[in-house]
């Protein structure tokens, strides 16, 4: 699968909120031990079977909370599964779901320490009050370390600080075997790269992010292209076009293979991003 994207969704939370049928979308395989759960195309959601659990990356809104617990159930899993709730940052469409999927589960919530200041001190940016869609307060149970890996039966996610499209945004890193070829693969998602963030006019009105973010994620772009991944998720699947293959996984047939796309991705975001500034 080589790399593509395409369009955001026009008008996603009006959307998502009163007509959540026209984004509905059932959950896909995407890696031996990964599926994408969100329940909806616009913002990503997965889950990772560690053997001991599950761990739920990214919860997307509130008003579509229901949409992802539909799509654990038909994996055959359930809630009370899930060990552990990572946010990759401090937007409402990614740690919106967050709070009921606690209650749910009782599984602690980890975001970096950051991203967590960013939203106590910060709720315009972060919750983005707007109508339809409604925050629900969540506490931060963990934060995360580069230093040590998130380890939950056989899966070990090493997260890095990606900042950029928020000041604590966080990327993660993990290794999957094959059950049938044996091979290993670093799966990984970025844990954001919206250019609406790092430009010019946001900057002129934000009281929290500064052009000091954007020349980060800039310079940071050539260290995270010399990761080696074999299989790229994207946070919103838009930004690396999954939803093509979706329902098509195999251990013996990888469409999401492709260890080109990863350096694609970050090179291409930082085009539009470089593009924004001119």
């Known amino acids: ?47 990772i079977d560690t053997g001991a659990g599950l761990i739920l990356l990214d919860t997307a809104i509130a008003e579509s909370v ?7 159930y038909k994996l055959g899993y359930k809630p ?23 209650a749910l589960t009782g599984a602690p919530i980890y975001m970096s320490r950051e991203d967590w200041k960013f939203i106590q001190e910060c709720p315009e940016e972060t919750e983005i009050p707007e109508e339809p869609w409604h925050a629900q307060k ?18 070990a996610i090493r997260t890095k600080l990606t900042p950029g499209h928020t000041i604590g945004c966080t ?3 993990w290794d999957e075997t094959n059950p049938v070829t044996g091979e290993t693969y ?9 250019v609406n963030t790092m430009n010019d006019e946001y900057y002129s ?14 310079n940071d772009a050539e260290m995270l292209k010399k990761i080696h991944v074999d299989i790229a998720l994207p946070s919103h699947p838009n930004q690396i076009e999954i939803l093509e293959q979706a329902g098509t996984y195999t251990d013996e047939k990888q469409p999401y293979l492709d260890e080109t796309v990863w350096a694609d991705f970050i090179t291409d975001r930082v085009r539009q991003v470089k593009e924004r500034m001119k």
Request: glycine residues 6%; proline residues 5%; charged residues 15%.
């Open 1 to 47: 699968m080589s790399y593509r994207n395409s369009k955001s969704i026009p008008n996603p939370i009006e959307t998502l909120c009163h007509r959540p049928w026209e984004l509905a979308v059932e959950p896909f395989q995407v890696s031996p031990r990964t599926w994408y759960v969100a329940g909806q195309t616009w913002v990503g959601c997965y889950l």
């Open 186 to 194: 670093t799966v990984a998602m970025h844990g954001g790269v919206g």
């Open 66 to 72: 229901y949409m992802l617990v539909d799509s654990i």
């Open 171 to 173: 990327s993660f890193f």
């Open 138 to 155: 969540i506490v931060v149970d963990r934060f995360y370390s580069d230093d040590e890996a998130i380890c939950l039966g056989d899966i």
């Open 205 to 218: 009105t934000s009281r929290y992010l500064t052009p000091a973010l954007r020349d980060r994620f800039i």
């Open 80 to 102: 009370s599964d899930i060990k552990m709730i990572l946010i990759s940052h401090a937007h409402l469409d990614h740690f919106g779901g967050a709070a009921a999927m606690h």
